[in-house]
């Protein structure tokens, strides 16, 4: 979520890890990592001579992060992505653009830059440029990339209006040494009008997305384009912040600048990208019984009655879907399983460890994780509330355990609500302890002040060395206790001899000496076409 442009206090950008047991959040003076069931705060790097972060991701629970600089005081320029580690904190590899980066996606193998109206693919070993992709304008940076072991999935906005592109590569697509061929290629054409959210599950077998209208939300299965199901968020417009599966693709949640956190049932559990359910499975069961809609509203809606446990999720429907074919295409449609409402209209949101709940992320710095009932659904029930901001922290500190804000009263809606929404667009056709970092030296922030007088990179078998975790147990801490003990034998050796050493996996390497590896732009040929050179 990026917050550069109306910040309400030093946060600039807010994202989840892959797995969503983390977020990082980028701040005016460096980055903050946080765990997220149970909240905490994992690790914090504010930098020595400053600067802000305006996108930053996180490798799963590692050291490695990637950034781009924002903010009043910018740490790196907008149009330059930096592969951070932070074990040594250092830079070791930079990539510069003629434009400003939107969005960075990561995966074990993978690194994706997300440009206004581009897409760049590396590989995250070696830094070659394996694809690029043209989008229809992109301001947000929507760009989606499967994290499964299978194969690699990106999904981006095509080169026309409301249309997704659906690419696959094949397995280890991003370990190869030269640029493979796409296994294939998908176009969807999910909405008529511009695509504002998106999201795949873990495997990239299935796709949600959102106009710009933000009423409805669509379900496809990549590989065969198929829509499977069509959601229902609401009657008016809204821009939707984001959306996600669970881990297990059943579920996805949505955030909106309403402050509503909706949770839809999802007729398949994705991951596959083979065959999944009809979306009429999921009346099957349903009793047909009539009662008033939400908030009171005279459009019934089939009640959820209580079931035997291990029922099958089921969205709310209308009860006149039956009547849908002679109706708007409003009275067909599926509304959310569950809600829950905060008073920060700029949130993201995202499944938590345990089953059933859903941690929230707030502009405002609050922390919010809620269960919701998969059976009965309806109001999520908050079980935890934290606040990270620093002048939320400053006042905490010492004190009891802050209170959310008290929440306004909800309006109940009219008929005159879903009248007015019954025209709707149609689709196209077609628990550890955190790794104790060493702190950053004054010669390292000297280092990386500028790009002339970069550290050491990783050398000719890789840009990125090590990956070790941020949560280790008593056997992970002795090993990168071990680690360390081989860096500051490789350093003594380093300052002995003048020729610069770094580790290489669970070795030691020569590298040439020269600097972290710098991608720069071309002064000739297409515009944001980088070429690879070493620094």
């Known amino acids: 979520m990026d917050l550069q442009a109306n910040p309400v206090n030093e946060v600039l950008y807010i994202s989840f890890n892959q797995d969503y047991t983390c977020f990082v959040c980028g701040t005016e003076t460096g980055f903050r990592v946080y765990s997220t069931d149970p909240f905490r705060l994992t690790y914090r790097r504010d930098f ?27 740490r790196f320029q907008p149009t330059k992505v930096v592969l951070w580690d932070d074990r040594p904190a250092r830079v070791i590899a930079e990539l510069s653009f003629r434009s400003t980066v939107k969005s960075i996606r990561l995966r074990r193998d993978l690194l994706v830059v997300v440009l206004e109206k581009k897409v760049y693919v590396y590989g995250l070993r070696s830094l070659s440029l394996f694809d690029c992709i043209e989008t229809y304008s992109n301001p947000k940076g929507l760009c989606c990339l499967s994290v499964g072991i299978e ?15 659906v690419v696959f590569y094949p397995r280890a697509f991003g370990d190869s040494p030269t640029a493979p061929e796409r296994e294939r290629t998908n176009i969807i054409g999910a909405h008529e009008s511009v695509i504002a959210a998106m999201a795949t599950d873990y495997g990239g077998g299935l796709l949600a997305t959102a106009s710009d209208r933000g009423t409805i939300v669509r379900v496809y299965d990549t590989g065969s384009g198929q829509k499977m199901q069509e959601l229902r968020r609401g009657a008016d417009r809204a821009e939707i912040h984001s959306l996600v599966f669970s881990p297990g693709g059943d579920f996805l949640a949505l955030a909106s600048d309403k402050g509503t956190v909706h949770i839809f049932a999802v007729c398949s559990g994705g991951g596959g990208g083979g065959a999944s359910a009809p979306a009429s499975a999921f009346s099957m069961g349903a009793s047909p019984s009539l ?75 609050s922390y919010y994780k809620a269960r919701f009932d998969p ?35 909800s309006r109940s809606m009219t008929p005159a609500d879903f009248g007015a929404a019954a025209a709707d667009e149609s689709p196209r056709k077609s628990s550890s302890m955190p790794m104790s970092l060493p702190e950053e030296s004054p010669t ?70 020269a600097g972290p590896k710098v991608i720069h732009e071309e002064d000739e040929g297409e515009e944001d076409s980088p070429a690879a050179q070493d620094a």
């Not at 060395?465 to 034998?489: C, H, M, P, Y």
């Open 291 to 365: 009662a008033s809609a939400p908030g009171g509203s005279m459009a019934g809606y089939q009640a959820r009655e209580s079931r035997e446990e291990g029922a099958t999720p089921v969205n709310q429907k209308s009860s006149l879907q039956r009547l849908s074919k002679m109706l708007p295409s409003y009275f067909g449609s599926e509304w959310s399983l569950a809600q829950f409402r905060v008073p920060d209209f700029r949130c993201i949101a995202a499944f938590g460890a345990d089953p059933h709940t859903v941690v929230i992320v707030c502009a405002n710095g």
């Open 375 to 409: 059976v009965r659904g309806g109001e999520m029930v908050r079980e935890e509330f934290a606040q990270f901001d620093d002048a939320s922290s400053e006042a905490n500190r010492g004190g009891p355990a802050p209170e959310p804000p008290t929440l306004p009263a």
């Open 444 to 513: 390292d922030a000297a280092d990386r002040k500028g790009s002339s007088s970069m550290t050491p990179a990783a050398g000719k078998a890789g840009c990125v060395g090590n990956i070790t975790s941020f949560f280790l147990n008593d056997e992970e801490a002795a090993a990168v206790a071990a680690k360390e003990e081989r860096w500051r034998n490789a350093r003594e050796r380093e300052e002995a001899s003048g020729t610069p050493t770094t580790l290489i996996g669970e070795g030691l390497a020569e590298s040439s000496g």
């Open 151 to 165: 194969r690699a999935v990106l999904v981006c906005p095509g080169m026309q209006k409301g249309r997704a592109l």
């Open 48 to 74: 020595e001579s400053g600067g802000g972060l305006g996108v930053i991701c996180m490798l799963f629970r590692t050291n490695i992060l990637t950034f781009s600089g924002g903010g009043h005081s910018p």
